[in-house]
């Protein structure tokens, strides 16, 4: 239905194709690169010989469907031959095989929210005990807190990018500097409306109203 107002000429918040991009797994790794922006190293193939191979190459490496969120459903691996046993179920029910590097990080993320050109809060996200996903869905804690101006910039870069009015910008920090993971075009709100007592929906709201005043 938000389509069918789109292409009726309704200017939508987000863009339904750019929100669809930003689900995309695959998507959102190349829109970034070709923007010139940090991203994990990737291999995307539905050939599994190549994706065994490219396993071997990377020792630590993620499985990530195309299409999930809250963590569900990656896999990590450092054996490439276990990983072949779940490439031949993926492949039979015609999956592709997004594998990316392991990304070393502080057991943290960062997520930057924004909305037009402004950020308007971030936040440090930790991962539960034993787990790699820092995911509030997989246990993670989203703790509300301005991170360096880095990482707000390459928010900024990455919401226009993938041509979103408003995101989520998850952020890892590698030990070469920071990349991105995904950028999410339906974030929830929670951990700022909270503690900033920020109104995101009013902020949106303006944003859109911005549209018509030009
Ligand atoms: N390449 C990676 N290296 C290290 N950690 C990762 C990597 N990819 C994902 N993660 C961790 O897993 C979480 C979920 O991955 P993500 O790609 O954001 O999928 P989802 O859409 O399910 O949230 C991330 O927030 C991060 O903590
Ligand atoms: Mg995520």
């Given at each position: 239905?938000?389509?069918?107002?789109?292409?009726?000429?309704?200017?939508?918040?987000?863009?339904?194709?750019?929100?669809?991009?930003?689900?995309?797994?695959?998507?959102?790794?190349?829109?970034?690169?070709?923007?010139?922006?940090?991203?994990?190293?990737?291999?995307?193939?539905?050939?599994?010989?190549?994706?065994?191979?490219v396993s071997e190459q990377y020792g630590d490496f993620?499985?990530?469907?195309?299409?999930?969120?809250?963590?569900?459903?990656?896999?990590?691996f450092n054996d490439p031959?276990?990983a072949?046993?779940?490439?031949?179920?993926?492949?039979?029910?015609?999956?592709?095989?997004?594998?990316?590097k392991y990304?070393?990080?502080?057991?943290?993320?960062?997520?930057?929210?924004?909305?037009?050109?402004?950020?308007?809060?971030?936040?440090?996200?930790?991962?539960?005990?034993?787990?790699?996903?820092?995911?509030?869905?997989?246990?993670?804690?989203?703790?509300?807190?301005?991170?360096?101006?880095?990482?707000?910039?390459?928010?900024?870069?990455?919401?226009?990018?993938?041509?979103?009015?408003?995101?989520?910008?998850?952020?890892?920090?590698?030990?070469?500097?920071?990349?991105?993971?995904?950028?999410?075009?339906?974030?929830?709100?929670?951990?700022?409306?909270?503690?900033?007592?920020?109104?995101?929906?009013?902020?949106?709201?303006?944003?859109?109203?911005?549209?018509?005043?030009?």
């Amino acid at each position: 239905m938000i389509e069918h107002m789109e292409v009726s000429g309704i200017r939508v918040v987000n863009p339904c194709y750019a929100f669809r991009r930003a689900r995309d797994k695959y998507a959102t790794q190349y829109t970034l690169l070709a923007a010139g922006l940090p991203v994990p190293t990737t291999y995307t193939s539905e050939s599994m010989a190549d994706a065994y191979r490219v396993s071997e190459q990377y020792g630590d490496f993620v499985y990530k469907p195309i299409l999930s969120s809250m963590g569900k459903g990656s896999l990590r691996f450092n054996d490439p031959d276990l990983a072949y046993n779940a490439y031949k179920m993926l492949d039979r029910y015609g999956q592709p095989l997004i594998l990316q590097k392991y990304v070393p990080n502080p057991g943290r993320d960062i997520r930057v929210f924004v909305i037009g050109d402004e950020v308007v809060g971030s936040a440090y996200k930790y991962r539960a005990e034993g787990k790699w996903k820092t995911n509030v869905a997989q246990g993670g804690r989203m703790v509300e807190e301005r991170v360096p101006d880095e990482m707000l910039e390459l928010g900024l870069k990455a919401t226009k990018a993938m041509g979103l009015d408003y995101s989520g910008v998850d952020i890892i920090e590698s030990p070469d500097g920071p990349v991105i993971l995904e950028v999410n075009g339906s974030p929830g709100w929670q951990a700022l409306n909270l503690a900033a007592n920020i109104k995101v929906a009013e902020e949106i709201v303006k944003h859109a109203v911005g549209f018509i005043h030009g």
